[in-house]
């Protein structure tokens, strides 16, 4: 298994996840996630991708959500044999 770490912020009305080789963006949170899962799907082993909220990059108005934002990890599966 490896491990990614990425920055997650929110930019000009889309999410940003960068580090690690990585620069991802999209307009939703589970989107991003998406693109991220399938950045790093691209090996066969098992990635687990550990996403940290830089609450000073995020704008003014989503701070009274800041309480539902925490550092969380995507756990991506290994690559099928046959992908």
Not at 39 to 59: G, I, K, N, S, Y
Request: with cysteine.
């Amino acid at each position: 298994m490896s491990v990614r770490e990425l920055v997650l912020t929110y930019e000009s009305g889309r999410w940003h996840a960068r580090g690690d080789e990585i620069d991802l963006a999209h307009g939703e949170l589970r989107g991003l996630e998406a693109l991220i899962q399938a950045h790093v799907a691209r090996t066969a082993a098992r990635v687990e991708v550990r996403l940290e909220f830089d609450m000073a990059a995020l704008p003014r108005w989503l701070h009274q959500y800041h309480g539902h934002y925490c550092n969380y990890t995507l756990h991506v599966p290994p690559r099928s044999a046959g992908a």
